[in-house]
């Protein structure tokens, strides 16, 4: 065999150890890119297993566009230019996997466990969530904590998100709140304990990928989900088919997909991912490169305000005349005002924004410029929201690259 190419196997094990029959079904199932070499029994080449060429061939079912920024597990963001739908699209929806996927997703054996420091333990299928609680559909953020983490230096280790991995589709569900009181929320309780079906990346059945949670004052606001439809139609298994929490404007780890269990607990969460320097970032300022002792880093909680450019897209050649358009949000809190420069930020506009579709949603924003000759424009956005928190023109360096909400900035010619 050539050495520019890898065997499925020893992409899906790059250790060397002989996958068993189940760990190769639970690869392909899961990473969905190697499936029609798989079938062709052909070699894949080395350089599309760690680079973006998945996402250019259209290897991931039912997503348009994504960039694969990891493989194993699965990590692909979307380009911002197809973030422009006010509703993001199950198809340009990012994903972000922390293990391997599970293979039975069934909606109709599916169940969610509610435990821990409750009055009435509950054990529920979809089907009982359907019939004893509303249902509702709300338009939400979901960002991963570490979205732009690719523009920071010195560099931060980890998957090197540039701006798409964000998305606001509409989630269909019950209020977590509402299963939470049916449970019995015990007064000790302080946090809630995420559970999902996804296996560890080693193989361990010991061992579990993530393990998230909330202060419980947070996972009884009224827009916090447990979803079993997006977009009005069932799941994305990369977004984490049947059942998944929708947490907005926090930390995307808060939202635990394939959920099976929710714990209450008298104690800050402790599963895996929620200590060490994961997800936490130093409890004061930082210079670029500087050592923080660990017991220094805070869990992230809400996310910042930010804005998005979607439309023009970075590199496009325009005519004198076109519409900025993108959306913005800010954690709890609602956007007040999105400015936009062409000139460097020597001068702003104010653009036109949106109300929120309802609690949770981002806005979309849209200004009619004009450029006054031909040649290289940025076109910049700030957004501000209701608290007066307006996005800053630098980065506020941390050591894992979380929190970016520096102002977005696309580049144009205009001919």
């Not at 080395?46 to 290897?59: C, I, K």
Request: aromatic share 6%; net charge negative.
């Amino acid at each position: 065999m050539p050495k520019d190419t890898h065997t499925l196997e020893e992409v899906a094990h790059p250790e060397g150890r002989a996958p068993d029959s189940a760990s190769r079904r639970r690869f392909l199932g899961s990473a969905g890119l190697f499936s029609a070499a798989a079938i062709l029994g052909v070699s894949v080449p080395l350089q599309m297993t760690s680079t973006r060429a998945f996402a250019q061939a259209g290897a991931i079912d039912g997503k348009e566009g994504l960039a694969v920024l990891n493989d194993r597990p699965l990590n692909a963001e979307t380009p911002a230019h197809l973030l422009d739908d006010p509703i993001t699209p199950t198809s340009r929806h990012f994903i972000r996997n922390n293990g391997l996927e599970p293979m039975d997703v069934d909606p109709d054996t599916w169940t969610l466990t509610i435990d821990g420091n409750v009055d009435n333990p509950l054990e529920l299928s979809i089907a009982d969530m359907r019939e004893r609680f509303e249902v509702v559909t709300m338009a939400l953020v979901i960002e991963c904590g570490g979205n732009g983490r690719a523009y920071f230096n010195p560099p931060a280790s980890g998957n090197q998100w540039t701006v798409g991995a964000v998305g606001c589709s509409e989630w269909t569900g019950v209020r977590l709140k509402d299963v939470l009181e049916e449970a019995g929320v015990q007064s000790s309780v302080v946090y809630t304990g995420h559970y999902g079906a996804d296996e560890h990346l080693s193989g361990d059945p010991d061992l579990i990928p993530i393990s998230r949670g909330l202060p419980i004052d947070k996972a009884m606001t009224d827009n916090v989900l447990i979803a079993f439809e997006q977009n009005g139609e069932p799941i994305h298994i990369h977004n984490g088919a049947p059942l998944r929490l929708v947490v907005p404007g926090w930390p995307g780890s808060c939202s635990q997909k394939w959920l099976t269990r929710i714990q209450l607990r008298d104690q800050v969460h402790d599963g895996p991912k929620m200590g060490g320097t994961s997800y936490r970032v130093p409890g004061y300022p930082v210079a670029p490169g500087q050592e923080i002792p660990e017991e220094d880093f805070v869990i992230m909680e809400r996310m910042p305000v930010k804005s998005l450019i979607t439309h023009p897209a970075d590199g496009d050649e325009i005519g004198g005349e076109t519409q900025v358009r993108g959306h913005a949000w800010s954690g709890d809190r609602t956007i007040r005002q999105v400015d936009i420069s062409t000139d460097f930020g020597a001068t702003w506009q104010t653009a036109e924004l949106d109300e929120p579709a309802n609690d949770g949603a981002w806005q979309n924003f849209r200004l009619d410029v004009s450029l006054p000759e031909s040649g290289y424009y940025e076109i910049w956005a700030r957004a501000t929201d209701d608290e007066d928190e307006m996005q800053p023109f630098a980065i506020a360096w941390n050591p894992k690259g979380y929190l970016n909400n520096s102002m977005h900035k696309v580049a144009v010619r205009s001919s």
